[in-house]
């Protein structure tokens, strides 16, 4: 069983992954912990809101008991948390707006069957093809559309940047549309027999059965219940499109044996015996195997902890960030943020535009007004304190030693910690060769004129601690004796650069302890209760969270233009 949703060129997946998913026939050898250990509560943002729909268009039920019914314990899964319950019941009323008008539900899915005579190179005798979506026909049956919940803004609904494929080539879409096309009504297996066969839908009404004269793809906006049209053709379209663009990448899909460690890790049940992953035990000083296995970075930690000594930890914060609830007011970028961002897309791309050359006050770009990197526009009133950042830079570019050839930015490092059976992911700013010293850059942008001098640089900046960590391991090549870590401060009068030495004991036990503080309570945790209070104030979360203050006053926390009755 494919799905036309894993090819898209853009979605950052394991490779290999992908196909094992398609390939449910592979046994892999038994590994040293479970192959799978799943999270008993939900980890799919729309996965309570496709349940509810389901009973709205399929069984009749009234929108309200049916998300009851989708948010209840049942015997796999808990109660579903109050933040992602108020999303839920907010997205449902969203995607009935949104869906197509005339048309009506189908109670199944339209999957294209391949039978072979005899089993063929990859051992399989039998192919099926299905798109993710919701399915619509027309009352006649000659239109057929595939609705796509998306939990995103109807702007941001279909949209094309410069590193995707223009719509009309994408292969995802193709696959989709081919299956949408040709494909005949089926039931899927349940969630734990996806290697069985898909079973013909007996029960569904002629017009799901019948060849369409029309096809559409959609995306329906969770959010703001936009409906957005990405796909509209005839049958012998559809059919050259896929030849042309479907086909061919999803026979090389089904086929690809290449590892892309990264958040695929948490539920691939092939982890255990990954190649591409390094297992160490300790990173984050935890040892207990019983968690579902999780994906763990800095950033998660500070989610889950906030700023060390402001008392701002609080669990749903990071739970409901895990989750991706949208963030219609896009509280998580203010202008300093977007800044920060632009500062290092900037950076990045002097490097990689010109490898080798040191950087020069005179390549920031002009501050008198706004300015752009990447996919950051930095305003105005940001733009000036912007670029003297990105001129402080030149003090301190690794292409000033001449023994640096290359600088490679935000590369992603995996790592599976066995004693905690977490994976620990680091995103450094940039890693470097220095003569025979492996570097480990972390990058930051300060606007404070006189910063206080940190007492615990580990704890104000624990992506320093992790690199401490990492930077001794062989991540980057075999020779690690001489790795450095370096925090690079870009401020509005300058640039300080702080040289860290991972091997220093005395660094490498205050690294340890801090790492463990950001952990230790996120992977013993299995509630994720909310702890409110002044921090809420700036949580993008608390639109969906919206949780009682401890003296029993409600929080009030900001209304969402488009979710104004989102409550939990």
């Given at each position: 069983?494919?799905?036309?949703?894993?090819?898209?060129?853009?979605?950052?997946?394991?490779?290999?992954?992908?196909?094992?998913?398609?390939?449910?026939?592979?046994?892999?050898?038994?590994?040293?912990?479970?192959?799978?250990?799943?999270?008993?509560?939900?980890?799919?943002?729309?996965?309570?809101?496709?349940?509810?729909?389901?009973?709205?268009?399929?069984?009749?039920?009234?929108?309200?008991?049916?998300?009851?019914?989708?948010?209840?314990?049942?015997?796999?899964?808990?109660?579903?948390?109050?933040?992602?319950?108020?999303?839920?019941?907010?997205?449902?009323?969203?995607?009935l707006e949104g869906r197509p008008p005339g048309l009506l539900p189908v109670d199944c899915t339209w999957i294209v069957v391949t039978a072979l005579g005899q089993t063929d190179a990859r051992g399989a005798k039998r192919y099926e093809q299905c798109a993710w979506g919701r399915p619509y026909v027309s009352a006649d049956g000659r239109v057929r559309e595939l609705c796509i919940p998306v939990a995103r803004p109807t702007v941001e609904v279909g949209r094309t940047t410069p590193d995707m494929t223009d719509p009309a080539e994408r292969a995802d879409l193709a696959a989709a549309a081919h299956v949408v096309s040709l494909g005949t009504p089926h039931r899927l297996p349940g969630r734990f027999r996806w290697s069985d066969d898909a079973r013909p839908a007996t029960n569904v009404g002629e017009a799901a059965w019948r060849p369409p004269d029309e096809v559409r793809i959609a995306e329906v906006s969770c959010l703001d219940g936009g409906h957005v049209e990405l796909l509209r053709d005839v049958p012998e379209e559809i059919a050259r499109r896929y030849a042309t663009y479907g086909a061919p990448e999803l026979t090389a899909a089904v086929s690809r044996n290449s590892f892309r460690p990264g958040s695929d890790c948490e539920d691939c049940k092939y982890t255990p015996s990954c190649p591409a992953l390094e297992r160490v035990g300790g990173i984050l000083g935890i040892d207990d195997r019983t968690r579902p296995r999780r994906v763990w970075s800095v950033t998660n930690g500070r989610s889950y902890m906030g700023r060390p000594g402001y008392g701002e930890d609080c669990p749903a914060r990071e739970r409901l960030r895990r989750l991706r609830l949208p963030d219609p007011e896009s509280r998580s970028l203010p202008p300093h943020v977007v800044r920060g961002h632009a500062v290092h897309a900037w950076i990045q791309q002097r490097h990689e535009a010109h490898p080798g050359r040191a950087c020069r006050p005179e390549d920031a770009p002009d501050g008198r007004s706004a300015w752009s990197a990447g996919r950051w526009t930095v305003p105005e009133e940001q733009a000036e304190l912007g670029a003297r950042m990105i001129a402080a830079h030149a003090r301190h570019c690794p292409y000033l030693l001449s023994s640096v050839h290359e600088v490679v930015h935000e590369r992603t490092i995996v790592l599976h910690d066995t004693s905690a059976d977490v994976l620990v992911v680091a995103k450094p700013d940039a890693i470097y060769q220095d003569g025979p010293s492996w570097v480990y850059r972390e990058t930051k942008t300060d606007a404070r004129r006189n910063p206080a001098k940190s007492t615990n640089i580990f704890r104000e900046r624990p992506q320093l601690a992790l690199a401490v960590l990492l930077s001794t391991r062989p991540l980057f090549g075999d020779d690690v004796k001489a790795a450095r870590v370096e925090l690079e401060v870009?401020?509005?009068?300058?640039?300080?650069?702080?040289?860290?030495?991972?091997?220093?004991?005395?660094?490498?036990?205050?690294?340890?302890?801090?790492?463990?503080?950001?952990?230790?309570?996120?992977?013993?945790?299995?509630?994720?209760?909310?702890?409110?209070?002044?921090?809420?104030?700036?949580?993008?979360?608390?639109?969906?969270?919206r949780p009682a203050m401890t003296d029993g006053a409600a929080f009030d926390s900001p209304t969402c233009p488009t979710a104004g009755a989102a409550k939990g």
């Open positions: 069983m494919f799905a036309g949703s894993s090819l898209r060129q853009d979605n950052g997946r394991c490779p290999y992954k992908a196909a094992l998913k398609a390939r449910t026939g592979i046994r892999l050898p038994a590994g040293p912990l479970p192959g799978y250990k799943a999270d008993p509560r939900e980890t799919f943002n729309l996965g309570p809101t496709g349940t509810a729909l389901d009973l709205i268009e399929y069984a009749g039920v009234h929108p309200d008991e049916a998300v009851r019914r989708a948010l209840a314990a049942t015997h796999e899964r808990p109660e579903a948390d109050p933040g992602l319950a108020a999303w839920t019941r907010f997205a449902v009323q969203r995607y870009l401020g509005p009068d300058g640039a300080r650069l702080t040289l860290i030495d991972p091997f220093d004991p005395e660094n490498r036990a205050a690294a340890r302890r801090a790492v463990h503080e950001l952990a230790a309570d996120w992977h013993r945790d299995t509630t994720a209760a909310a702890r409110p209070g002044p921090h809420c104030g700036g949580c993008e979360m608390a639109v969906w969270c």
